[in-house]
């Protein structure tokens, strides 16, 4: 089961982990928790797109950038809120 997921020097508790194959391409979609404390910091790190991921239950690691992503709650600025990120992640092919 994967209950953990880095993207670059970040690390993500995850639930819900699909991976998947087509066209020769990696595909991993999963759900993360963000506090209104940390939102900050998560859009930041999203708005890098392109990262090193790190799946440690499977010993794996590939560069990926964004296919697409989105929140349970649009503003996660007011305090004590936690909004649910889905995010999927495409593998980048080496050049």
């Known amino acids: 089961m994967i209950n953990e997921v880095w993207l670059n020097d970040t690390?993500?508790?995850?639930?819900?982990?699909?991976?998947?194959?087509e066209q020769e391409k990696r595909y991993i979609t999963f759900e993360f928790d963000v506090t209104s404390e940390a939102y900050h910091d998560v859009t930041t790190l999203l708005y890098k797109n392109k990262f090193h991921?790190?799946?440690?239950?499977?010993n794996e690691s590939f560069?990926?950038?964004?296919q697409?992503?989105?929140?349970?709650?649009?503003?996660?600025y007011q305090e004590n809120q936690i909004g649910?990120?889905?995010?999927?992640?495409?593998?980048?092919?080496?050049?």
Do not use: G, M
Request: charged share 25%.
């Open 11 to 21: 690390k993500l508790i995850v639930r819900h982990f699909e991976e998947k194959q």
């Open 53 to 58: 991921v790190r799946i440690p239950a499977k």
């Open 63 to 66: 560069f990926a950038v964004i």
């Open 68 to 76: 697409t992503y989105f929140t349970s709650v649009t503003n996660l």
């Open 84 to 95: 649910t990120f889905t995010l999927t992640l495409v593998e980048e092919q080496p050049k």
